[in-house]
């Protein structure tokens, strides 16, 4: 039995890797019901065990964390997340809360409720004021989030001006979607133009909203669905939510008309059991119903936890199952070597799209399951990216069928497959796998990390080919002369593809440290070092002690970095990525003049301004470095009280200057050693 205290951490770590590839990159690596159950599990055993839970848990927190290409906004109102029911006891248990909450006297009416559709999108909120559209703002971490202003503006359906008789401020809350025929034109152009595929609208949108130029945004024709006030001033008296809605609709906003004010569970499960059989009829995808408390008065009075509204609650549809046939089983390396097993299937239209490879997870579960090419199978999807194959049919089995073996051979390298002990996933670990090569490269150059324009699967491939690249330091020096001879890069491409590479020099540290791509190492732990340490070099020597003591970043992730950075590939690497001239320094000292670049500056002795270890942090800041003995290399040596003799008396061995406190804050100034 894994130890409760010890799941739960394994959970956070798990839903916040989760929480980063679903808000930050718009690229899950689940299905929603699993990132689901991973969360119910989580609020299970933290409601058994109220003394491990803590205030920034995912439990607690609301979407993900914020990136860096937009101004942050403040949200005057807080946007709040929902709780979902997966169950009809679930919305029966929701709908007795809010009548215990409200304490109901016998005179008093029923509770009634608004049922909406639940947008399957990006939530957004919309500031008019005077009646102008003046913000649009991404939810963001709930509190703070993105100015997405300039994007909005393409939306056809967003109003610039409302109609006569707007209030004085008016914030809507609402989700912005990309209509599933909008979708459908939109691969139809892709594949003609013989790029890949988009995977589902919800991340299109997501990715159509995230672009630096409107006018991309405003060409991929998005939509909103309003449903829900924020910060109003000057408006009308309301007293229910359907009235808001109402009145919303009234100034020119878009409000989904399929919204039904209903009466107790029966109510409501009608309402939600209409649209599980009907959701494929509308052109945007929904995952459920939303169910508000309609009462104002009453909303008040049953308030909001920290993360979500007491009446609300978000009915979340099951997934979908089809059948299909299982044509193959196939396997491919990721960029830390995990060999993962897949389904090819005959195309299946479930979950809102066209299905034709689902992950089969690891061996385990192939077994398991038993699975085998030319069964028939049952896939379930559930509106986005991963679909799943949950087993076969065995009526229709080909009787001389056998169970599916996995092979022993990585498919892109033929080096041996290796499972190690005690581990689920099975690994080809040939570092110079072309497989696992392209995908490092590709992980660099991804949005999430360095954000390379251009440099996709498709050129990396072709440099790969061609010999010019084999790890990321070498996109810093690839032989264009070459690359000008072959086919598919005109001057203009390359003249791109250079600029891009060479933007990507001033990135911030967290960008590069993600783009590393150690395992476990996510956006907010890399902004967390960079903010910590405030230099590569400073992360590079640190232990996993030092690095787990930093509130946020677990043992598990401390770990794996101090162990990517002692290895020798880790060290060449840093190496060709500090003479390619990439940014190294952290967020808190990028204005501090870099002084020391190159010099090796040794600190003996106590000093009264400084700790031991703020010296060697002032020394780093300015690109220095701080080893912890004399050599010829040294370019100083700051002698405080009570020194080291070994120290000293080396120093004057080799000759090395050896300076006092006065002399190295003036040294950190200038770069200078005193005369004389
Ligand atoms: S109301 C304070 N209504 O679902 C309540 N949310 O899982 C705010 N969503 O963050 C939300 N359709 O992005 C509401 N009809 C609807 C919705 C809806 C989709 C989204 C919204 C919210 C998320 C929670």
Redesign the pocket.
Known sequence: MVEPAERIEELRASIAHHNEAYHTLDAPEIPDAEYDALVRELTQLEADHPELAIGSSPTQQ??GPLSNLFAPVVHSVP????D?AFTDDEVVAWSARVDRGLDLGAEAPPVTFVA?????????SLRYEGGELVQAAT?GNGKVGEDITANVRGIDVIPTSLRPAAPSVLEV???IYLPVSTFDDLNDAQIAAGKPRYANPRNTAAGSLRQKDPLITAGRGLAF?S??LGQVLGGPELSSHSEALDWLEGLGLPV?PE?RIVDGIDGIAAFTGHWLEHRHDLDYD?????V?VNSLARQRALG?TAK??RW?I?VKFPPEEKTTRLLDIQVSIGRTGKATPFAVLEPVFVGGSTVQMATLHNDDQVRLKDVRPGDIVTVRKAGDVIPEVLGPVLTGRDPDSVPWVFPTLCPACDEPLVRPDGEAHTFCQNPGCPAQMQGRLEHFASRGAMDIDGFGERTVSAFVDAGLITDIGDIYFIDWDQVAGMEGFGEATIRNLQRAIEVTKGRPLASLLVGLGVRHLGPSAAELLAAHFGHLDRIADASAEEIAAIDGVGPKIAETVAAYFASDVAKSLIGKLRSAGLNLVGPEVADVPQTLVGKAVVVTGSLHGFSRSGAADAIKMRGGKNPGSVSRKTAAVVVGSEPGASKVAKAEEFGIPMIDEDAFVRLLETGDLPTS
Not at 79 to 82: A, E, T, V, Y
Not at 116 to 124: F, R
Not at 286 to 290: L, N, Q, R, T
């Open positions: 609301v979407g946007m709040m997340s929902l979902n909406e559709l639940k947008i399957d999108g990006v939530a957004c939810r809350r609402g989700e669905w449903y829900q989904n919204r929904i995952d459920g119903a939303v508000k909001s979500a509204p609300a978000a």
